[in-house]
């Protein structure tokens, strides 16, 4: 309760000066900040798995009829996204060999921008330094969630549209009602059931689309439980840093800033290089491609009303090549005895 307590106050105190994405920013950042100075926190598991699960039918929402016939331009965005992988993960590689010091594991699942749990998990059991790895990560995650909605912000001027009127969450027809809850509940237990990378989030987000693209709903969940879901995916980013002494693991973490950096730089490069290639807007394709969170790049997309269901399909899309290529790549270098940077 202290950790989403402490994001409820930075995420009103970022609404109050109308940020972008404020609930999310304002609670990861303050539950970062108590974190790194030494206060307890925690977010479990079943809590955010069950705040997340709303954001997927609200993503879910954002996919509608129209949305066919633009499909097919979203095949140079996968492409596009097949080659942006290994290279942003290569120039990391390099990287966190050359001036991070790193073991060739920890290097590798560190450098690939997958999902901090996955890759942790599987980079440990590759041999790598667990630590490492997910401090590398959560920094990439933090970095790049913050960064994107203070360039809009303060960059391009971008002002925040309403988020919808509290109050709402008494006003939804209870048959809609019924429908986004089973979206969600469902969804999440179809998902997990067939072991689908990202089930809490992506099984409620595949069937509220359905739902939406049948017209069997046009609702979407009320703006107090989309706050609140926010406050909560903040906190539990925030939370990764508990525990944590920055006398002990600066150098670690300046390393995942240092990665960090080089994603959002790579991520601009594609994005003004494939530009004129892609009939799609520049700030869709940077938000596909940036190594943010899945859950919290998709928020990003409809909290900035930039084509959410192209980011939030890009993103399942990255998560699944992530969580299937890179072991099975990481394995059959090391069987060829490939040669190695460092």
């Not at 290639?277 to 990003?300: K, R």
Request: proline share 5%.
């Amino acid at each position: 309760m202290t950790a989403l307590a402490i994001g409820a106050v930075g995420g009103g105190a970022c609404a109050w000066i109308k940020l972008p994405l404020a609930w999310m920013l304002g609670s990861m950042l303050a539950t970062t900040l108590a974190a790194l100075a030494g206060v307890r926190l925690n977010v479990g598991n079943r809590v955010r798995s069950l705040f997340v699960t709303v954001l997927g039918v609200l993503l879910g929402s954002a996919f509608t009829v129209e949305l066919f016939g633009r499909i097919g331009h979203w095949l140079g965005g996968f492409a596009l996204l097949a080659v942006y992988l290994p290279v942003t993960a290569g120039l990391c590689y390099v990287y966190f060999r050359r001036v991070g010091g790193f073991d060739r594991p920890t290097a590798y699942f560190a450098a690939v921008p997958g999902g901090v749990t996955e890759m942790t998990l599987v980079g440990e059991a590759m041999g790598g330094n667990m630590q490492r790895i997910s401090l590398v990560h959560a920094t990439r995650v933090l970095i790049v969630v913050l960064a994107i909605p203070l360039y809009f912000r303060f960059a391009t001027g971008y002002q925040t549209p309403s988020a919808g009127n509290f109050g709402a969450l008494l006003a939804i027809a209870p048959k809609d009602a019924a429908i986004l809850v089973t979206c969600g509940l469902l969804g999440w237990l179809a998902a997990a059931t067939v072991r689908m990378p990202a089930a809490q989030l992506v099984g409620p987000l595949l069937l509220s689309a359905t739902a939406h693209l049948t017209g069997l709903t046009s609702s979407r969940p009320p703006p107090e439980l989309i706050a609140l879901a926010q406050v909560v995916v903040g906190a539990a980013i925030g939370s990764r840093f508990a525990g944590i002494r920055l006398a002990h693991i600066g150098r670690i973490l300046l390393t995942g800033i240092g990665s960090a950096l080089i994603m959002l730089a790579t991520t601009v490069g594609f994005t003004l290089g494939m530009n004129q290639l892609l009939t799609m807007q520049p700030a869709a394709i940077a938000l596909a491609l940036a190594p943010g969170g899945l859950t919290e790049m998709s928020l990003v997309a409809l909290a900035l009303s930039v084509d959410t269901a192209f980011v939030s399909s890009m993103h399942i899309v990255r998560i699944g090549l992530v969580i299937v290529a890179a072991p099975a790549l990481y394995r059959l270098g090391r069987r060829r005895k490939l040669p190695t940077i460092g």
